[in-house]
């Protein structure tokens, strides 16, 4: 009987999570499939089973690779240097002092702007014609680069951006992973004359290993899922050179009212992202 009741109370006080979880999450999820077996209008009562056409279309679809490819050097470019620049930033600014904590908030600022507002102010800044990096390129004697309007530039521009923006989460929980390792272990290696080299090597990377863990697999997810920056800056161009998965599933689905279409595509995406993630998990399980 105490069983019982103990089960019910669990139960009711798991039972508002569950009831969100299975309205928002799982029911959605399974939604979407149902939906990429069909040619689905998004406005109407169009409804058509069509089986695994609308796969056949998406892996033949010149347009797809594109954007598939164009998402996948995004995150290839973006996540080392998230990953990397945010350990770099915990580093320097895992000190308990005023001017240090200030640089914290500082840097984590930016994490809480608006994609609009972010992207924005970076448009400003690779204007050609007034911009910031225009005005440094003129005060050289060089000529201004049209980043956003350069199929070399583009991408960059927007890694750039998005590193920006996005680099203050990481770095807390870089600082969250630096402040648990226990002082008395640094102090022993420098009882031990350890270089700070050795020290970094020896004690901290292997404390942070599933701090790292956790970092590469959110930025991994977060980047995979490029859409505002590349709307707002470049609406995916020059010549489709910026052209995101995000993006190309949203004017499929919104735009050319092909739901079904872009279900198959945004599963597409979801089976990408978790197997990266569950690379990433069994690679850290092996290492441990």
Same mark, same amino acid.
């Given at each position: 009987?105490?069983?019982?009741?103990?089960?019910?109370? %669990?139960? %009711?006080?798991?039972?508002?999570?569950? !009831?969100? /979880?299975?309205?928002?999450? !799982? /029911?959605?999820?399974g939604l979407g499939i149902w939906i990429s077996f069909h040619d689905w209008e998004l406005v109407g009562s169009f409804r058509e089973w069509i089986g695994l056409w609308n796969y056949e279309d998406m892996f033949a679809d010149p347009q797809f690779w594109r954007a598939v490819r164009n998402t996948l050097t995004f995150a290839a470019m973006t996540?080392? !240097?998230?990953? *990397?620049?945010?350990?770099?930033? %915990?580093? *320097?600014?895992?000190?308990?002092?005023?001017?240090?904590? %200030?640089?914290?908030?500082?840097?984590f600022t930016s994490n809480v702007l608006s994609v609009t507002v972010v992207t924005l102010i970076w448009i400003m800044v690779l204007s050609p014609d007034r911009g910031l990096i225009a005005q440094l390129f003129r005060s050289l004697g060089l000529e201004p680069i049209a980043f956003l309007a350069s199929t070399t530039w583009a991408m960059p521009a927007i890694v750039a951006?998005? !590193?920006w923006w996005g680099i203050g989460f990481p770095m807390i929980l870089f600082l969250a992973g630096l402040q648990q390792i226990p002082g008395e272990l /640094?102090?022993?290696a420098r009882l031990d004359n350890a270089s700070p080299w050795r020290r970094f090597t020896r004690i901290t990377l292997p404390a942070l290993r599933r701090t790292f863990v956790l970092v590469a697999i959110l930025q991994v997810i977060g980047q995979l899922q490029i859409f505002g920056q590349v709307l707002i800056m470049t609406g995916g161009g020059p010549s489709q050179s910026t052209r995101s998965l995000v993006q190309t599933i949203y004017e499929t689905g919104f735009a050319d009212w092909q739901l079904g279409y872009a279900s198959a595509m945004s599963l597409f995406l979801f089976v990408v992202m978790f197997v990266a993630s569950m690379a990433q998990l069994y690679i850290a399980r092996q290492e441990d």
């Open positions: 009987m105490v069983r019982l009741r103990d089960g019910l109370s %669990a139960l %009711a006080f798991l039972a508002p999570f569950l !009831v969100f /979880y299975l309205l928002f999450l !799982v /029911y959605p999820f996540v080392p !240097v998230m990953v *990397g620049l945010a350990l770099l930033l %915990a580093l *320097g600014l895992n000190r308990q002092t005023r001017i240090h904590g %200030a640089l914290r908030a500082i840097f951006t998005t !590193v /640094y102090e022993a």
